[in-house]
């Protein structure tokens, strides 16, 4: 059977490609779902990917990892820099886990500079664009080799 990678989004990450454009960039989420189905069809990895605005959705979806996914790769938005649910939940997941920024978050706002989910983190990317989560693909599929 093959392996299969969680991609996790958080709030508002529904609105990519519409929403502050000039931050994110134009592309959707379903470009971000092709472009690492792609990687992942290239090694043998299935991809699903899932987003919600809604935080206990997201610790549902990690729960469901610990049976169903060998990795996650997680962009948690505005709940990388609030929620200790989402950290909790991904320390109860034992397989690697990428965080991704779609945005240089070091380079914006003091409160988006801390992450709870970089505690657990096996690799974090910020600031290359939606082209991350392919990059935190292609991480994955050395971390699981
Ligand atoms: C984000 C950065 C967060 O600070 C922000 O709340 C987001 C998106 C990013 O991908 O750059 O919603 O995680």
């Avoid at 989420?29 to 935080?55: F, I, P, T």
């Avoid at 779609?102 to 690799?123: L, P, T, W």
Wanted: aromatic fraction near 6%.
């Amino acid at each position: 059977m093959r392996k299969t990678i969680y991609i996790l989004n958080g709030p508002n990450l529904n609105l990519l490609g519409k929403r502050e454009p000039e931050i994110y960039g134009h592309e959707t989420l379903d470009d971000v779902r092709a472009a690492c189905v792609k990687v992942g069809a290239a090694s043998g990895l299935q991809v699903e990917l899932m987003q919600s605005n809604w935080e206990g959705q997201i610790v549902d979806w990690i729960h469901d990892a610990r049976d169903q996914a060998a990795g996650i790769i997680i962009n948690p938005a505005a709940l990388t820099h609030t929620s200790v649910a989402v950290l909790d939940a991904l320390n109860s997941f034992s397989g690697p886990v990428i965080e991704v920024h779609i945005s240089q978050v070091h380079k914006r706002e003091a409160f988006r500079h801390h992450s709870y989910v970089s505690q657990r983190a096996d690799a974090v990317m910020a600031g290359f664009g939606v082209h991350g989560y392919a990059l935190a693909m292609q991480h994955m599929v050395k971390l699981l080799a």
